[in-house]
Every structure is written in C-alpha cells, then in structure tokens.
C-alpha cells in the first residue's frame, strides 16, 4: 500500500471518528437537556413540577335549589370547561358556597389538568398513559365530587361574601399560581346574612355598600387579577335580579382588582 493510501485511510477514519464523537456528544448534551427541562408531574396534584401554570377557581352554589334544568346546564358546563378550556398545567380549585361558610374554607377538588393527547408532543408520549391520568384521575374524580353536592339545600343563609373572601385565601392566595387567573361562579349572587341580606329589597348601590361597616369588612384582597365569570342562576325568594345586580358585583370585583368578563343567566327552569 502507498503512502498516499495510507495516509487517505488514517484521514477518513479520523473523520469517521469525528462524526460519531459530535454525535454522542450531541445525544448526550439532548439527553441532559430533556432532563433538566422536562416536566414531571407531582403524583399528588398532577401539577407540573415548576408548578402550576395558571389556575380556575369554581365556586358554586348550594343555598338553595337547582331546578332540575339547571343541574343539568352546570354538569354540561363543568365537563365542557374540562375537556376544552382548562389548558394542561392548570390548577383547577372547586369550592363550594355553603350556609356554614367555615366548613367549605377548602376546596373540594383540587388537581392540575396533566393534559389530553391532543395537547401532547406525541413522538415523546404514549397515548394510553395520557388518557389514563387526564380520565381517571382529572375528569372522572372532578365528576364523582360535583355529583356528591345535592345542589337542593334551602339554608337560610348565603355567605357569599366569606366565600369569595375564603377564594382568594385558600384558592389563589394559597396556591400562589403567577400565571392567569379565572374566577367561574355559579350562583344567584344574592347575600343573606343577619348584617346585611340581598333579600329584603336594600338598594344595590355599591359606593355606599362600600361605605358602610359590613361592605368594609367585605373585601376580598385576594381576588386581585382574577378574571370574572358569573353564571346567574334562578333564586328562591323570586327577588328580581336587574342590572342593577350585575352593576353592583362588577363594581365590588373592580375594588377588589378583579375583572367581569361575563354576567349571563343560566337556562333553566
């Protein structure tokens, strides 16, 4: 063999070599990559391990009755929002509006949407395995809670106010979320408690609500940055629910830095 020969075939294997050293490297440094910035799933909460991305509070409502209509109208919602709004990462918080407002200072629910197949890179997913977290431990455990509330409760009370207050404590204030903010409630929106009731036909004028000693009481600091929407269901006591309603809780969600986006009655009756 020449000397040519020989040195032609020491270059090539030299850069044979070389290709296959820049790719292992290459691999290496992926695989060190993925790993530093995947996200995993807490077992618990199925939130991401940076932590939640943005969170949806639902408060709903059970002083008083559903017409059946209307349980049927939340059940669809509730399960729409689940499979096309929450996006993956989110933190869905339920509570519940009750007479006794300190036994629902918690939510009844709360986990991180871990996303649907649709959602996922699927060259690094297994279908089976993202449908079994997203159905049987998101969709169906949210499902099973909401179908415990008996949604027919006549109370005498309705502490809306101390459930908002409780919101921004346990749900945002607690879970510390630094993305979006949604606030979805179903409820009336009229308060009755011994200070002061929504029932007895007292003016909506929030400047002076805002004023007075329980309105000061009243704030909900930890609402700040939520965005609003009410789902207006039918009341007990057949008290008129004009704009003038809508006009009020916008204003009190505006003090309290919040936003309405939406105040709509919901069908049923």
Same mark, same amino acid.
């Given at each position: 063999?020449?000397?040519? +020969? !020989? ?5 090539? #294997? ?13 691999? *290496? ?20 391990? %940076? ?12 002083? #008083? ?10 059940? @669809? ?38 996303? @649907? ?5 699927q060259l690094t997913s297994t279908k089976k395995f ?8 998101? +969709? ?17 009370? #309705?502490?809306?106010? @101390? ?11 607690? +879970?510390?979320? !630094? ?10 929106? *009229?308060? %009755? ?6 029932? !007895? ?12 000693p329980y309105g000061r009481n009243a704030q909900a ?10 789902? *207006? *269901?039918?009341?007990? @006591?057949?008290?008129?629910?004009? %704009? ?26």
């Amino acid at each position: 063999m020449s000397v040519y +020969a !020989k040195r032609e075939s020491h270059v090539g #294997s030299w850069v044979w070599g070389s290709v296959l050293g820049v790719a292992v490297i290459s691999l *290496l440094c992926g695989v060190g990559y993925y790993k530093l910035n995947h996200e995993t799933l807490d077992k618990e909460t199925l939130c991401p391990s %940076n932590g939640a991305k943005g969170q949806y509070v639902v408060l709903i409502d059970n002083t #008083s009755p559903f017409p059946f209509t209307q349980k049927a109208a939340l059940a @669809q919602r509730l399960k729409s929002m689940v499979l096309n709004d929450i996006p993956e990462g989110y933190l869905l918080s339920v509570f519940l509006l009750g007479e006794k407002f300190e036994q629902h200072e918690k939510p009844i629910f709360e986990r991180c949407n871990p996303g @649907q197949w649709s959602d996922r890179n699927q060259l690094t997913s297994t279908k089976k395995f993202v449908d079994k977290d997203f159905n049987e431990r998101f +969709a169906k455990p949210l499902d099973a809670v909401v179908r415990q509330i008996s949604l027919d409760e006549h109370s005498k009370l #309705s502490p809306i106010f @101390q459930m908002l207050q409780l919101v921004g404590i346990n749900g945002f204030d607690h +879970a510390n979320v !630094k993305g979006d903010r949604k606030l979805i409630i179903y409820s009336d929106m *009229l308060a %009755n408690m011994p200070d002061f009731s929504m029932y !007895k036909g007292t003016p909506l004028n929030y400047p002076d609500f805002a004023k007075s000693p329980y309105g000061r009481n009243a704030q909900a600091p930890g609402l700040s940055g939520a965005n609003v929407t009410i789902n *207006l *269901l039918a009341n007990e @006591q057949q008290t008129p629910q004009t %704009n003038r309603l809508g006009d009020f809780w916008a204003h009190y969600f505006e003090a309290n830095g919040a936003s309405v986006e939406t105040i709509a009655a919901m069908e049923g009756l």
